[in-house]
């Protein structure tokens, strides 16, 4: 993502990114247009669906068992709560 000409990877053991998110998470916006924005969160938005929420639907997909659905689309409604669009 590119910020006032800096560029931040997604990348999830990135301290950067890190500070970015907890930045963004405590209400903080880039001074960009509304375009780079959405980009911004779609960004986030799927690195934590990769890092977070991916391995569940893996574990409810190989268990299949209500527990392991339920878990996974927790962690989907947060993320979606964590990063609107």
């Known amino acids: 993502m590119v910020v006032d000409g800096a560029f931040i ?3 999830e053991m990135n301290s950067d990114y890190q500070l970015y998110k ?3 998470a405590a209400g903080n916006l880039p001074s960009s247009d509304s375009d ?3 980009t911004d969160v779609r ?3 799927a690195a934590a669906y990769r890092s977070e929420s991916d391995p ?3 574990e409810w997909k190989y268990d299949g068992t ?3 659905e339920l878990e996974w ?3 989907v409604a947060e993320i979606k709560n964590r ?3």
Do not use: G, Q
């Open 66 to 68: 209500a527990s392991k």
């Open 36 to 38: 780079n924005l959405v």
């Open 22 to 24: 907890d930045w963004l």
């Open 43 to 45: 960004s986030l938005r």
């Open 56 to 58: 569940l639907f893996m």
């Open 9 to 11: 990877p997604v990348d």
């Open 83 to 85: 990063y609107p669009l």
């Open 73 to 75: 689309r927790n962690k």
